[in-house]
């Protein structure tokens, strides 16, 4: 993954955890997997960085991407895809930086080559909590004018399936070298340890 979008992250330490935690992640195919869910991802990269020592919260927003006079929305009002839950959250870190791994719908609907985590600084702008240009031209901005009503309710029914792949997670990081060979051997869809048998619903954010 191109991960030149970190130079954004003034604080060494936190770009290096995060660059570490988006590698972790790509080996495990957390991205693949669960990309699509931003609910699971926020919650589950909040704990991580909490752990590391870092102030990381979850927060209920909506984005758009904007080009020319088009714009797309994700998690905005009225504009899920079937099987999706309505809102979007990202993780604020810091009370500096958004960070967002839950774009894995935008490679769905909007391009496939998008990237599946992405880090904006807070704007401090009230008419928008975040705002990054595109390498395509188009500017992202991150909004919290509505939050989804069905957010909070989400992050709770999402707490078993987090707590089930940051074991998983948590493995990897006792088991390194033996995930990395076993990820030269095995199929990309046993990447998830066997041994952990992982039960995950996957209500995708809009």
Request: charged share 20%.
């Amino acid at each position: 993954m191109n991960t030149a979008f970190l130079q954004v992250v003034e604080d060494d330490k936190l770009a290096q955890d995060l660059s570490l935690i988006i590698a972790d992640f790509e080996i495990l195919d957390f991205f693949k997997h669960f990309g699509s869910s931003c609910f699971a991802m926020s919650a589950m990269l909040a704990q991580i960085l909490t752990a590391k020592g870092h102030q990381a919260r979850v927060q209920g927003c909506y984005a758009e991407i904007r080009q020319d006079n088009a714009v797309f929305y994700i998690g905005y009002q009225g504009y899920a895809h079937e099987g999706q839950t309505e809102g979007h959250v990202t993780c604020i870190v810091a009370d500096q930086y958004i960070v967002d791994f839950g774009l894995g719908t935008l490679r769905k609907f909007y391009a496939p080559d998008f990237s599946p985590a992405l880090v904006c600084p807070l704007s401090g702008n009230t008419d928008y909590a975040g705002h990054l240009p595109l390498s395509n031209g188009a500017d992202m901005y991150w909004r919290t004018d509505w939050v989804s009503p069905m957010v909070e309710a989400e992050l709770q029914s999402q707490i078993p399936t987090v707590q089930n792949i940051l074991a998983v997670y948590d493995d990897f990081q006792r088991n390194r070298v033996a995930y990395l060979v076993k990820k030269l051997f095995a199929d990309k869809a046993s990447v998830v340890s066997a041994d952990m048998p992982l039960v995950v619903r996957h209500p995708e954010a809009a």
